[in-house]
């Protein structure tokens, strides 16, 4: 009998704006589940760059923990990234918004300069050097440049974050709706979802097409 292969789904928050995009982190797990894989939840500890009203877009005068905003999404079941471990999983995954270039990262506002969260550092290049594949959706690739370097990932066919990643070390690949990127030395999955003007089935798409090849891989 096949073993069941395990996930790992990093998460930056929850809301768009200012976390984990919601629909892309759920679609995420349920493409996981629906190919009778399994999934457990991280996040780091750590507070979030700021705190967004998603109904005006107006920035809120307080203070919000990644880690306990993941957990919304993840209904109270979910772990600090620094338990992370590779050993424990067949890949790792990293659903977009703009948590992942605010929380996880500086790269909304630093760019091709940004600094990455250590704890998310680690759990990259730990799952690398394991042969492990990594998946990363939306805004996610280009903190997966900015990481690895020389790596092959799409963020759709925006000019300003494709340069980024260029300036980074890596190789910008434009996709479309539900399509994905490859990165066959490093394992890496990547496909634009909501980069793009998309819809939530086609968010469904790009999700499904990422784990299924990462399945394919592992």
Sequence with gaps: MTQQKKFAVVL????V????????????????????ASYTIFAPNINQHHVINHLTGEEMPETRNVL???????RGKIQDLKEYNPADFDAIVFPGGFGAAKNLSSLAFDGPNCSVNEDVVKAVKSTAEAG???GALCIAPAVIAKILGKVDV????????AGAIEAMGGKH?????????IDRN?????????????????IETGAKNVIKTILSMS
């Design 154 to 161: 799409t963020i759709g066919n925006d000019p300003g974050t």
């Design 132 to 134: 492990k594949p990594i």
């Design 186 to 202: 490093y394992k890496v999955v990547t496909t634009p979802c909501y980069m793009l003007d998309a819809t939530i089935d086609q």
């Design 68 to 74: 306990v905003e993941s957990a919304r999404i993840a």
């Design 12 to 15: 930056s928050g929850c809301g």
């Design 173 to 181: 690949v434009p996709a479309t709706h539900g399509e994905i990127v």
């Design 17 to 36: 704006y200012d976390g984990a995009e919601i629909h892309e982190a759920t679609l995420t797990m349920l493409a996981i589940a629906k190919a009778g």
